[in-house]
């Protein structure tokens, strides 16, 4: 027979084991825990104000955030890249759940926010910062966008102008770029340009 100690000792052991063993059965396996969908577009047609402002509103779109890509010049400010010398276009990164919107829903609203048959011109804004591109992340990406733009040129008379080209590099604008239009509604842009736009599409 064992000894006082040793049954103490093994009565020890066997609740410990019952322990992690109940522990392990309620937890959830680490390579079981699907982390948030997430997927990345980025997007340009003209003053980010308007676009960030616009696909804010689509429901499945996670972030928008206004930035520039497509230029030589590293790190760029928004006044270098007004200048239309460095090479970048204004755009927006948005990160959304595929599982609520695709890719391609993000583009047939891309098409309907702007006009993609203008050469490097959005209404009164001129310059290459303003031109109508697709920036793609992915051959999937690149696919789909050139697949979509084919569909959207069924809708327009004039011929689609806008790029469609890997993106390098995303450089985030400055911090009072962000949320342009919910922190700067009463601005003359924000109620001539980028009001109207919302209440053409119902979403404000």
């Known amino acids: 027979m064992l000894k006082t100690p040793m049954k103490k000792l093994l009565f020890i052991l066997v609740l410990l084991l019952v322990f992690f063993s ?24 003209g003053c980010f104000w308007c676009l960030e402002a616009l696909f804010q509103k689509l429901p499945g779109v996670l972030s928008v955030e206004s930035g520039f890509a497509g230029g030589t ?20 990164k948005i990160t959304y759940d595929p599982e609520k919107i695709s890719y391609n829903q993000l583009l047939d609203f891309f098409w309907r926010a702007h006009d993609p048959t203008t050469w490097n011109q959005q ?4 310059g ?26 069924a809708f327009f008379e004039k011929p689609i102008v806008t ?10 604008a400055e911090k009072y770029h962000q949320n342009y239009y919910l922190n700067n509604r009463s601005a003359p842009y924000c109620r001539a340009v980028i009001a109207p736009k919302l209440q053409k599409f119902h979403m404000e």
Do not use: W
């Open 22 to 45: 109940m522990n392990s059965l309620f937890a959830t396996p680490s390579s079981q825990q699907v982390p948030p969908t997430r997927a990345q577009a980025v997007l340009g047609g």
């Open 73 to 92: 010049t590293k790190n760029p400010t928004y006044q270098q890249v007004c200048t239309g010398s460095t090479g970048h276009a204004e755009v927006i």
């Open 123 to 126: 209404g009164a804004d001129l």
């Open 128 to 153: 290459p910062q303003y031109r109508s591109v697709i920036f793609t992340t992915s051959a999937q990406q690149q696919n789909a966008a050139e697949m979509s733009k084919k569909r959207a040129q």
């Open 163 to 172: 790029q469609i080209e890997p993106l390098e590099k995303f450089y985030p």
